[in-house]
């Protein structure tokens, strides 16, 4: 069975800093590209950051560059997000996503909130 479970989520002053991390079972994770995904109420969810597999190409939006880091640990089957001088913009529901290889799957996480506030 598979599951996508997202964690690390909670709130943080501007400035700050807060890891999440994306812990996948049920389906070979070290073949699919990873991604992180955000989403306010009443917007459209956008792409955050994607690592690649097999060969761990990262890509970022523009409003994270610099600030955010994606990587992936196979041998945890997990994929971190670090995000460092967190704004207040950055306040959203953050989802992780799985799409496997050609004829692979696509997973979402149910996602967690992160609230950057004073």
């Known amino acids: 069975q598979v599951h996508v479970v997202e964690s690390g989520g909670g709130l943080v002053q501007p400035g700050g800093s807060l890891k999440l991390t994306c812990s996948a079972s049920?389906?070979?994770?070290?073949?699919?590209?990873a991604s992180w995904y955000r989403q306010t109420p009443g917007s459209e969810r956008e792409m955050v950051a994607t690592i690649s597999a097999p060969s761990d190409f990262t890509n970022y939006a523009d409003s994270v560059k610099g600030r955010f880091t994606i990587s992936r640990d196979n041998a945890q089957n997990a994929v971190h997000l670090q995000m460092a001088s967190l704004k207040p913009e950055d306040s959203a529901v953050y989802y992780c996503?799985?799409?496997?290889?050609?004829?692979?799957?696509?997973?979402w996480g149910q996602g967690t909130q992160v609230t950057v506030s004073a």
């Open positions: 049920g389906f070979t994770f070290s073949t699919y590209a």
């Open positions: 996503k799985a799409v496997g290889p050609a004829g692979g799957g696509v997973y």
